[in-house]
């Protein structure tokens, strides 16, 4: 069964800390994404990756920075973590050049307090 | 730039009955959609794609949707609803051939009454 594996389901952090969120995929896809869940407000694009070390910056990319060193591997980092950061994060992956995401995680719930 | 409007963030029907989810975009040129599904606690699936060629797309789980190029329309249908079809349904739009760049809808959230 393919899988995008997202480290945690819930993390609790403190204003300016730095957070690490890892996603791991299993189907050498080359594309990642990165998104933001607000209610209200749908996903957004934060980061997508097409692949290693190659990234583009999505609709949200304030405050927020990604490292893909590994095809599988695809890691958002809140720089120093905000109170308006808190949200629900989504991982994805695709197959291909130019094509959309099709598997996603199960998302990270992150309260910032 | 794209955009999406999905009608109603809350829809409920009894179960048996029609679904209908409705999703308008705006594109400047041919669009690619998508309607993907996420239950409680978990992420989204894609649940099917309209691309070109036939304009009534069938996916997973009895849903289809029809692309109406004249009404700027990709509504989501299926037939009787069942209590596990439950979730929140979400509209998306890419606006280039290949463009992994995806607008996504504000989602709708289906009840099913029993």
């Known amino acids: 069964d393919v899988k995008v594996t997202q480290s945690s389901r819930y993390l609790v952090k403190r204003t300016g800390e730095k957070v690490f969120l890892e996603c791991v995929q299993d189907?050498?896809?080359?594309?990642m994404f990165w998104y933001r869940q607000d209610p209200g407000l749908g996903l957004r694009l934060i980061y997508f990756s097409y692949d290693v070390k190659m990234k583009e910056k999505g609709d949200i990319p304030e405050g927020y920075s990604v490292s893909r060193e590994k095809k599988e591997r695809f890691s958002l980092i809140l720089e120093s973590a905000s109170t308006n950061q808190t949200s629900m994060y989504l991982c994805?992956?695709?197959?291909?050049?130019?094509?959309?995401?099709?598997?996603f995680g199960d998302g990270t719930r992150l309260s910032i307090l | 730039a794209q955009s999406v409007t999905q009608l109603g963030s809350h829809v409920s029907v009894s179960e048996g009955a029609l679904v209908l989810l409705r999703c308008n975009y705006s594109?400047?040129?041919?669009?690619?959609l998508f309607w993907y599904v996420q239950y409680p606690n978990q992420g989204l699936q894609l649940l099917l794609k309209?691309?070109?060629?036939?304009?009534l797309v069938k996916g997973i789980n009895g849903f289809e949707a029809e692309f109406k190029k004249s009404e700027t329309s990709f509504h989501l249908t299926k037939p009787s609803a069942h209590m596990s079809d439950a979730a929140e349904y979400f509209c998306a739009v890419s606006d280039e051939a290949g463009s992994y760049q995806l607008t996504f809808g504000k989602g709708t959230k289906l009840s099913v009454i029993p």
């Open positions: 994805a992956s695709g197959p291909g050049q130019g094509l959309q995401p099709q598997h």
């Open positions: 309209y691309t070109t060629g036939a304009t």
């Open positions: 594109s400047s040129v041919p669009p690619y």
């Open positions: 189907m050498d896809h080359e594309n």
